[in-house]
C-alpha cells in the first residue's frame, strides 16, 4: 500500500489515478493530521505502508512535521518517505533529504516521468485478478 499525503485534491487524484493504472493500491488523504492518524492505524493492523509520498508544504502539520513525528518513533522510524514539493531551487532536494526524506520528486511533474524516479522505492504491484470469462 502507498500512502499519498497532499493537500492539494487535484495532486491526490493524480497520484492515485497513476499509481492505481499501474496495479499499486493506495491511501490517500488530505492533511498531515490525517497522515499520522492512518499510519497509527495501519500499525494498529500491521500493514504500514510500503511508501508515503509526502507534501512536503501543507496548512497545519507540514510534511516536515510529519517525518519528524515518524523518525521519531521506533514503529514508523524506517518508513520509505518521498518529499513531494514545489520547491525546487538548488539544494532544497539536498536539504530535504537532510531532514530524512528518503527522495525528494518535484511538483509540477508529467505523469509520465512521475514513476521514474520513484522505482527504486514502489513496491512490486500486485498482479490483477483475471477476469472471469463472459464466454459461457
Not at 47 to 54: A, D, F
Not at 59 to 71: A, I, K, P, Q, T
Request: aromatic fraction near 4%; hydrophobic fraction near 40%.
Amino acid at each position: 500500500m502507498i500512502l499519498i499525503v497532499d493537500d492539494q485534491p487535484s495532486n491526490l487524484r493524480l497520484l492515485s489515478d497513476l499509481l492505481e493504472s499501474r496495479g499499486y493500491t493506495t491511501v490517500a488523504v488530505r492533511s498531515g493530521e490525517e497522515a499520522l492518524e492512518a499510519v497509527d492505524r495501519a500499525w494498529e493492523e500491521r500493514i504500514l505502508p510500503e511508501l508515503v509520498l509526502l507534501d512536503v508544504q501543507m496548512s497545519g502539520l507540514s510534511g516536515l512535521d510529519v517525518l519528524s513525528r515518524w523518525r521519531n518513533e521506533a514503529s514508523t522510524h524506517d518508513l520509505k518517505v518521498v518529499g513531494v514539493t514545489a520547491l525546487a531551487q538548488r539544494g532544497d532536494q539536498q536539504h530535504l533529504l537532510a531532514q530524512g526524506f528518503d527522495d525528494y520528486l518535484p511538483k509540477p511533474y508529467p505523469s509520465a516521468a512521475l514513476l521514474a524516479p520513484l522505482e527504486c522505492h514502489l513496491p512490486t504491484p500486485k498482479p490483477a485478478l483475471p477476469r472471469p470469462s463472459e464466454d459461457r
